[in-house]
């Protein structure tokens, strides 16, 4: 069985930055696609970015273009987030989790087979 773990996530003011980890075990780091998700409260979990199993290929939703950057390092068995330029609109819940075998669906959640527990981002104005 895989387990994925969050960490990084915290209060930060408009504008600032963030980092996110997530750490694997249980598995062969390198097979899986891996993605982050979030959900805000009363909201759909939605889609952030995700990252290919080699690292070489990244995809981000719309929302977060530009200031967030989706990383990985195999050697570490880690997927990491920044987020830069933080709005409070970012503030959720932030997930990772990990496609097990392809899809060809990396933005949909139902695509994924392991999920972290969560860690907690708030943004204030």
């Known amino acids: 069985q895989v387990q994925l773990v969050e960490s990084g996530g915290g209060l930060v003011q408009a504008g600032g930055s963030l980092r996110l980890s997530c750490a694997a075990s249980?598995?062969?780091?390198?097979?899986?696609?891996m993605g982050w998700f979030r959900q805000a409260p009363g909201s759909e979990r939605e889609f952030v970015a995700t990252?290919?199993?080699?690292?070489?290929?990244?995809y981000y939703a719309d929302s977060v273009k530009g200031r967030f950057t989706i990383s990985r390092d195999n050697a570490k068995n880690t997927v990491y987030l920044q987020m830069n330029s933080l709005k409070p609109e970012d503030t959720a819940v932030y997930y990772c989790?990990?496609?097990?075998?392809?899809?060809?669906?990396?933005?949909?959640?139902?695509?994924?087979?392991?999920w972290g527990q969560g860690t907690q981002v708030t943004v204030s104005s």
């Open positions: 990252i290919s199993r080699n690292g070489r290929n990244t």
């Open positions: 989790a990990a496609e097990r075998d392809y899809t060809g669906q990396y933005v949909s959640q139902s695509a994924y087979d392991y």
């Open positions: 249980g598995g062969t780091f390198s097979n899986y696609r």
